[in-house]
């Protein structure tokens, strides 16, 4: 089963969602006068932004949970529960779409397969066998004073018809709880991240993303994303040594709609 065959109801993959979700290139983002219904890239104006301010907001549609959300994620920094794969630091950064200013303490939760494509609680799906506990690469936290979510995880590796992604959810309001996830608050946004091919096909070389019996489809293959860049969740990629298996930290920043 892929994402694409269980969208959202109503709309295939690349269809625009129920909220329109804001991507900063840079720490700073001026403000964006947007159509409700533009498809394309609108024209930005930054009447009150800093002159310091140099990045662009960009607008870019929500695109489809798929059908391996599990409720009930914990709330954690490390969601990687000792899977093998090249270490992955997310550094993602939350604002109000209308201002850019950061929100704190928004839940910032991700999801995605190990480096044999398989996801906690479906293990089996993308025919490679392992032990599945139900949590593995799934998590979040809550962003700090500057609006950042930090989260270590592994490079997803990939599955049948998909190309490597990361699944997200912005939430906000949600109350703690003691057995370590979450409850309530308000869902903001649903989307995914992407990579660079590039990098990927360097990671695909290394164990055990080597040993993935898939065929990988690729980043211009995908059919959810649509070559937009940052503006459709492609994520800045910074190696944290000289090689490969050293690993990355992958930054965006995501704006939402808070009300």
């Excluded at 006068?33 to 104006?45: Q, R, S, Y």
């Excluded at 293990?123 to 979040?140: I, Q, Y």
């Excluded at 503006?231 to 050293?246: D, E, H, I, N, V």
């Amino acid at each position: 089963m892929t994402d694409a065959s269980k969208g959202a109801t109503g709309a295939g993959p690349n269809a625009i969602g129920r909220r329109t979700v804001l991507i900063a290139t840079g720490t700073t983002a001026a403000v964006l006068a947007v159509g409700a219904a533009a498809p394309e890239t609108p024209t930005t104006t930054a009447p009150t932004t800093p002159a310091a301010a140099a990045a662009v907001c960009t607008l870019t549609k929500e695109m489809t949970e798929g059908p391996y959300y599990l409720d009930d994620a914990l709330v954690r920094a490390d969601v990687t529960e000792g899977k093998a794969g090249v270490p992955l630091k997310l550094a993602l950064t939350v604002v109000d779409d209308s201002t850019c200013a950061v929100i704190p303490n928004a839940l910032v939760e991700i999801w995605h397969c190990d480096a044999l494509g398989e996801y906690s609680g479906y293990v089996g799906n993308n025919g490679h066998s392992e032990s599945d506990d139900g949590t593995f690469l799934r998590g979040g936290v809550l962003t700090d004073s500057s609006g950042l979510a930090s989260i270590t995880t592994i490079y997803p590796g990939w599955y049948r018809g998909r190309c490597i992604h990361i699944h997200v959810k912005v939430h906000t309001g949600v109350t703690l709880t003691s057995d370590g996830s979450f409850t309530g608050g308000q869902e903001l946004h649903t989307g995914q991240l992407f990579i660079d091919e590039t990098i990927t096909a360097a990671v695909a070389q290394i164990s055990p993303y080597s040993t993935n019996t898939v065929t990988r489809t690729t980043l211009a293959q995908d059919s959810i994303y649509d070559d937009g860049g940052a503006a459709s969740g492609l994520m800045t990629l910074t190696a944290l040594g000289s090689s490969t298996s050293s690993g990355y930290t992958a930054t965006l920043t995501l704006g939402v709609q808070e009300s």
